[in-house]
């Protein structure tokens, strides 16, 4: 599947509170799927899922978006430390790693 | 000067408003916020025009009871963090600093001058946010103008790859869809607004028009418009290749080539992905195609409070707005060699200052667990990934909430800042200025740094 992780609003409200709190923990890893792939998958709102990339893996909570809203295929994530385990530190010669469009096995946990 | 009203109600509380003060959580930089600062307790209680980052913004950076400095995990003096961060930084064969978006210009310029004197490696988040727009900036050029402009004259606004009613909400309020200008007397009723994107996303509502585009197809759809805009024949296939239909592609261009004053908004959903600065080329190619038939202008929407200031402090001092390298006793400018994530990834360099930023938190894993392995300095306001892992940690002042100064907002447009109380924690100018200090009296006397 492909991973956009991105910024969110949640995101950005906890960061104030500090990137070691709890909850910015908890929104940086909570992966928003298409509502159709996680019934393939059999996964119901909360499940642990593993994001597996060529470069790392991660466990994140699944979050059903509607189909209309989120692509079949697409997983979202706010950016965070779960996201960047999964990034590739190639940038071909930008200085910029591919921080969005990731291709991630996933597998419930 | 600000204009700072004291009182003491009822509550015999000491209360302080802070008129047209400053948000520096992002690129919006909006600089008519209304801070009510409670000067017993030292935190702002109520920030009127605030969106809600700005409101947590301010409510949540409150002084925190944690020491000023912290050496290998140990309470130290600011004297002592600051004599043994430069002894670590002159030690350095390949010393870098990293950063530098949330801090005011007056701090970036001391870093700048550090790593000048010691040969060291300047770099800021811009590498790893509109880096890739940078350099499409210096191979095509960009028609621009500021948010000022915009908001008094465009009357088609897109934006393309980016969520501005999460990440920059005032960017539609303040700036570009819904105020009233000086031809736009209905707002958002005299605008067509665009949205392109991968995903649905909180800002789409706002949109008129929403474009939806295959992951990693930016590129071919910027690419057809141009051709579409030239009069040029396009692929047959093109919404099969892109997910955007021919009649889609049409409309877009018809409204781009009648309108009075257009404007693209560069999201990182260009940046970040595949096609990289190919694709912020492209923007900056379709606007400035444009001009043949109207006003066009492309501008990128930039994140943290500072990094255009970034952009423009380390331009002034070296020449190049990030990745600059004085190894050779010159500044050179190379994404992807001296860009922070390679040069930590490739294991290059052997001490790092990080100046109010958490790679520890957001670089690839290669590039975290060599961080890891070397002497890192922080400044930051709270603790983070990357202080966590520091040697010498600076607990600093928060940059428009507790200090003056000056940013640049995402257009380039240079804002002062009006500090709401006093903090007893330095600023990262003074603790970059006592370091810039120490830094030189180390290599006075002794054999100049030898470039290499």
Redesign the interface.
Known sequence: M?L?P????KQ???L?????KDEYLTVTTTAEMNESDMQRMKLVNGDKIQLKSD??QAVVTCKSKKK????AG?I?IP???SS??L???????????????MEVIVTKV | MPEVIQSKPKEKKNIKIVKDATCTFCGCVCDDMELTVDLDEHRITKAKNACVLGRAWFYEHVLEDRPVVLIDGKEATLEEGMDTAAQILVDAKFPITYGLSDCTCEAQRVAVDIMDTINGNVDTTTSVCHGPSGMAFQGVGESTATLGEIRNRADLVIYWGGNPAESHPRHFTRYAVTPKGMYIPNGKKDRTVVLVDVRKTSSTPVADIFVQVKPGKDFEVLWALRALVKGKRISKDIEEQTGVSREMLDDLVYRMKNCQYGVLFLGMGLTMTRGRHFNSGAVYSLAADLNEFTHFVAKPVRGHGNVTGADNVVSWQTGYPFGVNFNRGYPRFNPGEFTTSDVLARGETDAAMIIASDPASNFSRRAIEHLAKIPVITMDTKETHTTKISKVRFAVATYGINTGGTVYRMDDVPISLRPAFDSPFPTDQEVLEGIRQRVKRLLTGSKARTAF
């Open positions: 492909i956009v991105g910024r969110s609003q950005g409200t906890s104030n509170k500090g990137k070691l470069v790392g209309e809203d989120l692509p697409m979202f950016y965070g430390p960047s385990q990034m590739a530190s190639d940038t071909a010669a930008s200085g910029m790693p591919m921080s969005k469009h």
